[in-house]
């Protein structure tokens, strides 16, 4: 009844426009992270061959460099989210308001 009602399956078929269009924007995004990420493990690889204290110091800087960034990182994807839905509702004043402000909690935050 719903299927014929929603189309609930009519969209399970492979689209080929959508995953081009998906690769074209989204490739970049998972290049830069491979080798964001490879880079990392490259690194602490070989530091791990230097000696243990080297790596457990490496780590830890580590882990202190990703206390200040990934509160930011999940800051940008909720005013990402935001600022979308801001400029769909055709509100471009509230959409900068809500930029601007993640900016200052960013800025605060890092200071």
């Known amino acids: ?26 490739a970049p995004n998972g290049v830069q992270f491979f080798v964001e990420l490879m880079g990392f493990t490259l690194f ?17 800087a580590f882990n202190i460099n990703l206390l200040a960034f990934v509160p930011m990182l999940g800051l940008g994807i909720g005013v990402s989210t935001l600022v979308g839905q801001y400029l769909g509702k055709d509100k471009p004043g509230v959409a900068e308001r809500s930029a601007t402000s993640a900016f200052q909690i960013s800025l605060l935050y890092m200071g």
Do not use: C
């Open 1 to 26: 009844m719903n299927r014929e009602t929603f189309n609930t399956l009519g969209s399970w078929r492979f689209d080929r426009g959508l995953f081009l269009r998906m690769m074209k924007f989204g």
């Open 44 to 60: 602490i690889l070989l530091v791990g061959r230097i000696g243990t204290a080297e790596l457990a110091a490496a780590n830890l």
